[in-house]
Every structure is written in C-alpha cells, then in structure tokens.
C-alpha cells in the first residue's frame, strides 16, 4: 500500500532547550506533538547523540529517536549497527536510524581522520548500510567489499522493530540520493555539501528548481519503492513572524534569489502560522515532503503549526 505522505514533524537538538535540562527538553519536543528527536552527529559543541538519546527515550513514552545523520566514518558500521539496536531494545521500537556518508571538512581536519574523496566516503558509507542492515536482520551476516569485511557475524542484540528501524538517509547530490532511493525508508532531500561546509555552494542549491531535480532523481532509481518512501527535509530557518516581506528579503539574500522566490526554498519557513501551514501544503504537492525537522530554539513557536498539520 502506498505511503499515505501524512505529515509528521521531527525536532533536532544539539543540546538542551534554553532553561531545562536534556530530559526536560525530550519530553517538551514530545508535548509539543512532535514525532521525533532528531540529533546531529558532529564533533564540536553537541552531546553525543548515543547516550543522549538513549536519556531521552527513558524520559518519554511515544516519542521516536535518531540521527540526522550518523557520520559512517567515525564509527565501524558493526559497532554502529549494536549501538542502533541497543537503541531501539532500549526504547521499545523507537529508533529511526540516520547514516551518511560524512560531509563536515572540520570534523576530520580537526580529529586527523582522511577526508577522502566524496565518492570513497559515499562507496564506504553504500558499504556501511548493507553491512548494518544485514546486522539488523535474523542470520549471521558475511560481508567482501572493498571498505569492509565481515565474517559470519550475528548482529546482538536484535531491533525490536521487525526488520529493523526505519533507515533515515540524506541527500543532496545525484549519487547519494540515489543511495537513499535505493536503501532508505525515509529520504532527507539536503543542499549538496559537497564543498564540506553550509557555505555558497550550499545555499545556492537550496532553491526550489534545484529540488525539483533532487525529486526527480529520488523517483527514478526508487521505482516501485517510492510510494512507500517518506520525504524529509531539515529545516535551516524557521521564522513565524507577521513581517513576511522584510523577512523574504533577507532570506532571499542568504540564498541569493528574489524575495518572491526565497519564499518556496523548501529549507526555510517564513510568515504566519497560516502561511507557513499552506507553504508546507504546496510543498508536499510539489516535493511528496510530509517530515519536516526543525531546529533548536524554533520548536516553540512552530508548535502550532505542528498542531495544525500532524496527521492531515
């Protein structure tokens, strides 16, 4: 049966929410009426999404966890795959599991780790997510590639979820995407990182034209597989303001179009509760996209537009 694309809504926190502690802010994401509890996999000022999301599945009861994305490079995918599924043991089936290929040039300038060609990280990271999700399944698992070798592994403990978690896996440029169309359960639609930093090069690929052909190509390696996939996008700036004109203005100058086109870059809200709710409609028309994330601060005063579109 085709996925239905009803919106759901995740949040991603690097750190508490301003005035409460790492659990206090789990269960406000989960008052608020968000699906889930995203976390970045970075080096610098972050906690470290592991252990603190295993805090926050114990300090809730129905909200999901995961990674935006796990870098594959700073973690054996056999290691990675036994965290993940401790995860979802620990929190009865809550896990959606985010892998990607590793894009952030200073986490590896600054950890001494080789910043490998995109194409060997994406090589590796292909590698990465066959090995875990065979890790994840019921047999002992035997893997040759050219990154990775694994012998008769039984993958312990087991997901709880059949099957294992939902695979979360981002995008941006024509061959990761076409990873995520092949391998994942939900496919982040992302600015291509390529250059390995939120720079220029990023947000001139963040426009709308630019996501038509990111769509396209998601649909064209999915092929039967993509009714059944869900959409997300991690949202950069959220602004709920009654000032949508002045706002455009400046967001059309970080992404270097017209006011009138910075409106429909599909990375950015602006304007009302009522705007921002029918921009988010047009964009599921446009891009199939049902699972925004937002970021920090902004999950407050974007909680009535959760309320509004959860589950429509």
């Known amino acids: 049966m085709a996925h239905d694309r009803r919106f759901r809504f995740g949040a991603q926190l690097h750190n508490p929410l301003?005035?409460?502690?790492?659990?206090?802010?789990?269960?406000?994401?989960?008052?608020?009426?968000?699906?889930?509890?995203?976390?970045?996999d970075h080096f610098e000022d972050q906690l470290a999404p592991v252990p603190a999301l295993a805090a926050a599945a114990a300090a809730t009861t129905t909200l999901k966890i995961g990674t935006l994305v796990h870098g594959n490079d700073y973690?054996?995918?056999?290691?990675?795959?036994?965290e993940a599924a401790t995860l979802d043991v620990?929190?009865?089936?809550?896990?959606?599991?985010?892998?990607?290929?590793?894009?952030?040039?200073?986490?590896?300038?600054?950890?001494?780790?080789?910043?490998?060609?995109?194409?060997?990280?994406?090589?590796?990271?292909?590698?990465?997510?066959?090995?875990?999700?065979?890790?994840?399944?019921?047999?002992?698992?035997?893997?040759?590639?050219?990154?990775?070798?694994?012998?008769?592994?039984?993958?312990?403990?087991?997901?709880?979820?059949p099957g294992g978690p939902k695979i979360?896996?981002?995008?941006?440029?024509?061959?990761?995407?076409?990873?995520?169309?092949?391998?994942?359960?939900?496919?982040?639609?992302?600015?291509?990182?390529?250059?390995g930093e939120v720079g220029p090069d990023a947000a001139a690929?963040?426009?709308?034209?630019?996501?038509?052909?990111?769509?396209a190509r998601v649909k064209e390696v999915a092929g039967d597989r993509y009714d059944d996939l869900e959409i997300n996008v991690l949202v950069m700036a959220a602004m709920v303001t009654d000032d949508r004109d002045g706002q455009a203005a400046l967001l059309a100058q970080l992404f270097g179009v017209e006011p009138d086109e910075a409106l429909t870059v599909p990375l950015a809200w602006v304007g009302s509760v009522e705007q921002i709710c029918e921009s988010l409609e047009e964009r599921r028309q446009r891009w199939d996209i049902s699972y925004p994330c937002v970021q920090g601060n902004a999950v407050e005063a974007v909680a009535p537009i959760v309320a509004k579109l959860t589950g429509n």
Request: net charge neutral; hydrophobic share 40%; charged share 20%.
């Open 75 to 82: 973690r054996h995918p056999i290691v990675l795959a036994k």
């Open 90 to 161: 620990l929190s009865d089936g809550r896990l959606e599991f985010g892998l990607g290929a590793g894009w952030m040039r200073t986490d590896y300038i600054k950890s001494g780790m080789a910043y490998d060609s995109p194409g060997v990280r994406i090589s590796r990271m292909e590698e990465s997510i066959q090995v875990i999700k065979g890790l994840f399944g019921p047999d002992p698992v035997s893997f040759d590639g050219d990154h990775y070798a694994v012998t008769g592994l039984n993958g312990l403990p087991k997901p709880v979820q």
């Open 205 to 215: 690929d963040a426009v709308a034209e630019r996501f038509d052909a990111k769509s």
């Open 168 to 195: 979360v896996i981002g995008g941006g440029g024509p061959r990761m995407l076409g990873v995520a169309a092949r391998h994942a359960d939900v496919v982040a639609l992302t600015a291509n990182l390529a250059a």
């Open 18 to 40: 301003p005035g409460l502690s790492w659990t206090e802010s789990a269960r406000r994401i989960e008052d608020l009426g968000f699906s889930t509890l995203f976390m970045p």
